[in-house]
């Protein structure tokens, strides 16, 4: 089976057979209120994942991609919060289910690599200390067994002298290994699902190989669905199965991983490409940005979100800055989809321009 997306939400049962996807999203759309109005993070988004295997998430900040993750471990205050439709993270509907519940599943069924792991570690208490109480959360075992844990955890995801290290505070960890920590910790649970967002911003490119490479492996070792949030399709392209595009709290697009990076059939998924250097051509000429700014999700442009940035908007009098465009499956690929006015035959044209354009340079 393989992971898919849709906009139309699915009708649920209680009951989820093991070929069902670990995890489920159904038309789920998320709105915080603020005193300037409502800001629409997430706006109808479907997709499914499965155990095994690895969705990357793309997009601009403020897209709705960390919105979503929070979401799906029920991290959002619920004063100001308001969540609709359907996440099912295994058999249990995580919008409908008791905060407690979530709870209980945070760490054990489903757990997150955060972005920035020195704030998210506490500076305060040991590295060592810390896994130890992510173990003993859901199990209930002396603080013996569970340092014995984190010490085989430290040593798995590749950390020397983990008997020592686990002694040592998260400033005195390299970047590097302060990610690896958080990985251990992550996954003291062997959790189902891993959600990981950005874990390789800020690291040098062999440190980051690095912990891809550590997560390949470990997501071989537990079978685990993982999500891959990220702005890096370089990093995208080497580990993950299937791509989703987001744009304004939307899915744009959507694909395996070939399908998106090698044959994408939307705009803005064309701007993030183009904006990509290549080892090839003139080193000192400049990079090409999508032009013009996210939109604010507070007032978010009507029709497709994208057409005021979108060179190709209104063409041959198209309705993209009145009707939304439907996430519709690609002739020939029932499982890419993309959102967009423009003909297929006309995206394919259009792309196929830009790409011999760049490999002529």
């Known amino acids: 089976m393989t992971t898919t997306v849709s906009d139309d939400p699915i009708e649920s049962t209680e009951a989820v057979?093991?070929?069902?996807?670990?995890?489920?999203v159904e038309d789920l759309r998320v709105q915080f209120r603020t005193e300037d109005g409502i800001v629409k993070a997430v706006d109808g988004l479907s997709f499914d994942l499965d155990r095994g295997k690895t969705l990357g998430i793309v997009g601009e900040s403020g897209s709705g991609k960390s919105v979503t993750s929070l979401t799906v471990l029920g991290l959002h205050n619920p004063s100001n919060t308001t969540i609709t439709g359907q996440i099912r993270v295994g058999d249990v509907d995580v919008v409908k289910a008791s905060p407690e519940k979530v709870r209980r599943m945070r760490?054990?069924?489903m757990a997150m690599i955060f972005q920035?792991?020195?704030?998210a570690l506490h500076p305060f208490y040991t590295v060592g200390r810390q896994i130890v109480e992510a173990y003993?959360?859901?199990h209930k075992v002396s603080k013996a067994v569970a340092y014995k844990r984190a010490i085989e955890m430290l040593d798995r995801v590749g950390i020397p002298?983990?008997?020592k290290r686990a002694k040592q505070h998260p400033h005195e960890f390299s970047g590097g290994m302060r990610q690896r920590a958080m990985i251990a910790m992550g996954l003291v649970n062997d959790p189902d699902l891993i959600i990981a967002d950005e874990p390789t911003t800020a690291l040098d490119v062999t440190v980051q190989a690095q912990i891809l490479d550590l997560l390949a492996d470990l997501?071989?070792?537990?079978?685990?669905?993982?999500?891959?949030?990220?702005?890096d399709l370089g990093v995208v392209s080497q580990v993950a199965d299937d791509v989703l595009v987001m744009y304004g709290g939307r899915a744009v697009e959507f694909g395996t991983a070939e399908q998106v990076l090698r044959r994408s059939h939307h705009p803005y998924t064309w701007g993030l490409l183009n904006s990509i250097p290549t080892l090839h051509g003139?080193?000192?000429?400049?990079?090409?940005?999508i032009p013009g700014n996210p939109p604010s999700l507070l007032n978010v442009p009507s029709g497709c979100s994208f057409h005021p940035r979108c060179a190709y908007a209104m063409l041959d009098g198209g309705p993209c800055g009145v009707e939304r465009p439907e996430?519709?499956?690609?002739?020939?690929a029932p499982s890419h989809l993309a959102s967009c006015h423009l003909p297929e035959a006309e995206r394919m044209s259009i792309r196929r321009t830009d790409v011999e354009r760049v490999e002529a340079k």
């Open 17 to 24: 057979p093991t070929s069902k996807p670990y995890l489920s």
């Open 116 to 119: 920035d792991p020195l704030t």
């Open 161 to 163: 002298e983990p008997h």
């Open 327 to 332: 996430l519709l499956p690609i002739a020939g």
């Open 282 to 289: 003139d080193a000192n000429e400049a990079l090409v940005p």
């Open 107 to 109: 760490g054990r069924d």
């Open 219 to 231: 997501q071989r070792e537990f079978n685990s669905a993982i999500v891959l949030i990220t702005h």
């Open 136 to 138: 003993r959360v859901h």
